[in-house]
């Protein structure tokens, strides 16, 4: 695929920087607020920033069926911070009528980190890169079960920082407001590559 065609959904969060991260690698990134932005994608994001307003947005601006839809056919994923709460089976201290897409068979509790909001792990390794990532996490959730369903990157404290299950690259920290784009290069060389190299799936409905 010479240039991949990346929804960002771009509701709230930090679309902006993971646009511009894509950019930087030669990828097409498009904004997604609107069902018919979904169609003909190669990848989607769903970025950071706060569950509970893009969940919302979601099902406002009937984006909540379609995306979890392509999600379930092998649409390729990035999903960092909020969403991965977005992405998860469970939510834990989330809203009483917060909803998910349900994709990932994980159990998530939102600001896991307690009062610290912001926090940075310069030394983060993760096994797909020689070289150490500068790790910006932000009011970060946690994953407390499910993580032997998932494919574990990186661990901080005992805890998955980054983690794949299938077509989705789940992390709990913020690779775009680092200047860094090796993990953006991953996802597109592994998880969106993959998807390319193989039929998508139907969804069974
Ligand atoms: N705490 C936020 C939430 O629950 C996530 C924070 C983030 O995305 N940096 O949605």
Redesign the pocket.
């Known amino acids: 695929m010479s240039r991949p065609r990346i929804g960002v959904l771009a509701l709230q969060?930090?679309f902006r920087e993971h646009i511009a991260a894509l950019e930087r690698l030669g990828a097409d990134a498009i904004p997604v607020r609107s069902p018919e932005e979904i169609a003909g994608l190669d990848g989607v994001v769903l970025?950071?920033?706060?569950?509970?307003?893009?969940d919302k947005l979601l099902r406002r601006f009937q984006l909540q069926v379609p995306l979890r839809d392509s999600l379930r056919e092998g649409l390729p994923a990035l999903a960092?911070?909020?969403?991965v709460?977005l992405l998860a089976e469970e939510v834990r201290d989330?809203l009483p009528d917060q909803e998910t897409l349900g994709i990932l068979p994980i159990a998530v509790r939102?600001?896991a980190y307690g009062r610290q909001p912001e926090s940075f792990e310069d030394g983060l390794e993760l096994d797909f890169l020689d070289a150490p990532f500068p790790g910006v996490?932000?009011?970060?959730?946690v994953v407390e079960s499910g993580v032997e369903t998932m494919e574990v990157h990186g661990v901080v404290d005992g805890r998955p920082v980054a983690m794949s299950h299938g077509n989705v690259l789940a992390l709990t920290f913020?690779p775009e407001l680092s200047g860094d784009d090796r993990v953006h290069e991953f996802f597109l060389e592994r998880h969106v590559g993959a998807a390319a190299a193989t039929p998508r799936r139907q969804a069974s409905r």
Not at 80 to 83: E, I, V
Not at 137 to 141: E, G, L, Q
């Open positions: 969060g930090a970025p950071g920033g706060e569950s509970t307003t893009m960092t911070c909020a969403g709460i989330g939102r600001n996490f932000i009011r970060a959730p913020h």
